[in-house]
Nanobody
Framework: QVRLVESGGGLVQAGKSLRLSCVAS????????MDWYRQLSGKQRELVAT???????NYADSVKGRFTISRDNAEKTVYLQMNSLKSEDTAIYYC????????WGQGTPVTVSS
């Protein structure tokens, strides 16, 4: 069983930054590929960023150059540093991993005011 707990969301002005954190428990975190997704109300969840166990990263085109995903295996934590935030980044952000099954955190809301 894997438990993921996100934190760090909030209300921020456009152009500012936020850092999201996701702490994992109940698994060998260092072996997992970790993702951040986001979901706007009434829309499908979209993949924002991925980091593999070896540290390889990938980003959605909409956040490239602004967001950075990183991980601390000792702390079993994955981060999403979000810079130059835009109103269209407003969403609930979810941490995700797959270990035979999909595991999701409860989500943390990010609201960017213009």
């Amino acid at each position: 069983q894997v438990r993921l707990v996100e934190s760090g969301g909030g209300l921020v002005q456009a152009g500012k930054s936020l850092r999201l954190s996701c702490v994992a428990s109940g698994t060998i975190f260092r072996l997992l590929t970790m993702d951040w997704y986001r979901q706007l109300s009434g829309k499908q969840r979209e993949l924002v960023a991925t980091i593999t166990s070896s540290g390889t990263t990938n980003y959605a085109d909409s956040v490239k150059g602004r967001f950075t995903i990183s991980r601390d295996n000792a702390e079993k934590t994955v981060y999403l540093q979000m810079n130059s935030l835009k109103s269209e980044d407003t969403a609930i952000y979810y941490c995700h991993c797959n270990l035979l099954n999909d595991y999701w955190g409860q989500g943390t809301p990010v609201t960017v005011s213009s």
